[in-house]
C-alpha cells in the first residue's frame, strides 16, 4: 500500500538553500563579455592542456564547452583531450603533456588521488596545474598540493539539498529510494556522504540505496530506476543521480502508472530536457550548475596567474541554482551554456601562495 495518495502529496515549496559553506563570499563568476580583459596582450602566446574523463555526460561536455569557449575568446592554445573512465589512460595524457610543456594543465581526473603524482610531477616542472569540475579536493575540503586551485561544485552541499527536499516535502516520513551512476568517483562520494547526512539524521526516513548503473545515460537511468520500483514499490521519492539519467527515470515513473503526484523526484545538472520535466512537474526539484562557466573560470585563473600574477583562490565552488516546479523561470538555462547569474561560491581562505610561488620559480 502506498503512504500517499494522489490529491493528498504536501504542497510543493521551496526549499531554502542552506548553504553550509563555512566562511564564504558570492562573487561574480560569470562567462566574460566581448572584450578580451581576461589577461594581457601575452595571453594570446599561452597554451593550456585540458585531460577530462568523460563527454558523455552534459555536465562534462559543458565543462569542456567552457574551457573550449573562453580560450578562443581570449586567443590562446588549447587542447583538450578525453581518456575516458581509464586513470591509467588519463596518467598518460598528463605525462605526454607534461613532455610539450604548456603553459597551465586543467584536469577533470577520473581518480583525484591516482591522479596526484603526475599532476604533482607537472607542478615541479613549472606548470601549474588546476581541478576542474569533478575533483576530490572538494569534498575532502582542501585542494592538495598537486593543484592551485579547485573550480567546481560541492558535490556533498548537492547531495544534502537533493535529499533535503524529499525529506521536507514527506514530513520527515516516507521511503526515499536512490540510484547511482559511476561508483567511487568524486562526484559518487560526495553525493552519497550528503544523502547519508540528512536521510541518515531523520529516523521517519527509510532510505533505500538502489543500483549502480556504471554510466550516465538516459537508458541507464531508466534500467536503474526499473530495479528501484520493482523492489520498492511502494517510494515515496526517488533521488536521481545526474539529469541525463532523471529523464529515463521519469520514463519508468510513468510506465508503472505512477502518478507524478504520488512521488518527489530530484536531480542536478540542468539539461533542457530535465529542465521541462521540472515545468512539467515530473521533476520535483535540480540543482543547475552552470559547467559552461566553470570551465571559463579555470581558464581566466591560468591567464591572469601567467600574465598577471593574480593568484586563484584556493576554491571557486558552484552551489547550484535551485529550481522547483513553481520557482523555475520559463528561460532557464541549461548546464552546457554560458549562465546571466551563476551562484558561485569562493572560500575566504587565502590563495595557496608558496605552492603557487614553488611552481612559477620553475618556470
Not at 575532502?140 to 558535490?155: Q, W
Not at 515515496?236 to 502508472?257: F, P, Y
Not at 584556493?314 to 554560458?338: C, H, M, Q, W
Amino acid at each position: 500500500m502506498r503512504h500517499r495518495t494522489a490529491g493528498h502529496r504536501p504542497a510543493r515549496r521551496v526549499v531554502a538553500a542552506a548553504l553550509v559553506l563555512v566562511a564564504s563570499l558570492v562573487v561574480a563568476a560569470c562567462g566574460g563579455g566581448d572584450d578580451d580583459s581576461g589577461g594581457t596582450e601575452n595571453a594570446k602566446d599561452l597554451k593550456i592542456f585540458y585531460s577530462v574523463y568523460d563527454r558523455q555526460a552534459a555536465f562534462f561536455r559543458g565543462c569542456i564547452a567552457g574551457v573550449e569557449g573562453e580560450s578562443k575568446r581570449i586567443g590562446l592554445d588549447e587542447e583538450t583531450q578525453v581518456s575516458g573512465p581509464d586513470p591509467t589512460k588519463q596518467i598518460q595524457q598528463m605525462e605526454n603533456a607534461i613532455l610539450r610543456k604548456p603553459d597551465a594543465i586543467i584536469i577533470t581526473p577520473i581518480d583525484a588521488n591516482a591522479l596526484s603524482g603526475v599532476s604533482k610531477k607537472a607542478m615541479d616542472a613549472g606548470i601549474p596545474v588546476i581541478g576542474l569540475c569533478d575533483d576530490r579536493g572538494s569534498v575532502e575540503g582542501k585542494a592538495g598540493d598537486d593543484r592551485i586551485s579547485y573550480v567546481g561544485p560541492d558535490y556533498k552541499l548537492t547531495g544534502e539539498l537533493k535529499a533535503k527536499y524529499p525529506a521536507e516535502q514527506l514530513k520527515g516520513r516516507g521511503k526515499v529510494g536512490a540510484f547511482f551512476g559511476v561508483r567511487g568517483v568524486p562526484f559518487d562520494i560526495g553525493m552519497r556522504e550528503g544523502y547519508e547526512k540528512v536521510l541518515g539524521a531523520a529516523p521517519g526516513i527509510e532510505y533505500i540505496k538502489g543500483p549502480y548503473s556504471k554510466e550516465y545515460s538516459a537508458e541507464a537511468g531508466l534500467r536503474s530506476a526499473q530495479n528501484l520500483l520493482t523492489s520498492n514499490p511502494d517510494l515515496d521519492a526517488m533521488i536521481c543521480d545526474n539529469s541525463d539519467q532523471c529523464i529515463g527515470a521519469v520514463k519508468a515513473i510513468r510506465d508503472r502508472g505512477i502518478k507524478p503526484d504520488d512521488i518527489v523526484v530530484t536531480s542536478n545538472d540542468g539539461i533542457t530536457p530535465e529542465l521541462e520535466a521540472v515545468k512539467r512537474g515530473d521533476i520535483d526539484y535540480t540543482i543547475a550548475w552552470c559547467a559552461y562557466d566553470e570551465g571559463a573560470t579555470a581558464v581566466r585563473q591560468a591567464v591572469d596567474l601567467l600574465t598577471k600574477g593574480e593568484e586563484p583562490p584556493e576554491f571557486t565552488l558552484d552551489v547550484g541554482r535551485e529550481y522547483t516546479t513553481e520557482t523555475i523561470p520559463d528561460n532557464a538555462e541549461p548546464v552546457s551554456e554560458k549562465c546571466s547569474e551563476p551562484n558561485f561560491r569562493v572560500t575566504i581562505k587565502q590563495p595557496k601562495s608558496d605552492l603557487i610561488k614553488e611552481v612559477l620559480d620553475q618556470r
